[in-house]
């Protein structure tokens, strides 16, 4: 699994400039921002980001050699933070910048799913 990451890791930082290579691994970085409690420890974050996990893989053996040919389905997380500071209702003046977000969306899903 480990491969599986690095290898979407460098294909996201390599092919989408905006994000300045800011893609990591998820392990909670977003949702410690939330957290109230002093034991809490925050990471810093830069955005636009994104953040990848791979929670499980599930695997079902096929036989072959020695019954150790196996398939296995993995699940992928792929998280794209943008920190929205513009104004996007209607008569904001900015309201394109919710087109332009989710163009970033769109590029990413774009990419992933080639």
Request: glycine share 6%; charged share 25%; hydrophobic share 35%.
């Amino acid at each position: 699994m480990e491969t599986l990451f690095n290898q979407i890791q460098q294909l996201v930082a390599d092919k989408i400039e905006w994000l300045d290579r800011n893609v990591d691994e998820d392990y909670g970085q977003l949702e410690m921002l939330y957290r109230d409690d002093e034991d809490s420890d925050t990471y810093p974050l830069t955005f636009p980001l994104v953040l990848i996990d791979i929670p499980e893989t599930s695997w079902t053996t096929m036989g072959g050699a020695f019954s150790k040919v196996q398939s296995g389905t993995v699940t992928v997380n792929v998280k794209l933070a943008i920190d929205c500071y513009d104004d996007t209702h209607f008569t904001s003046g900015t309201a394109d910048k919710a087109q332009e977000r989710a163009d970033k969306v769109h590029e990413l899903h774009s990419l992933l799913q080639g």
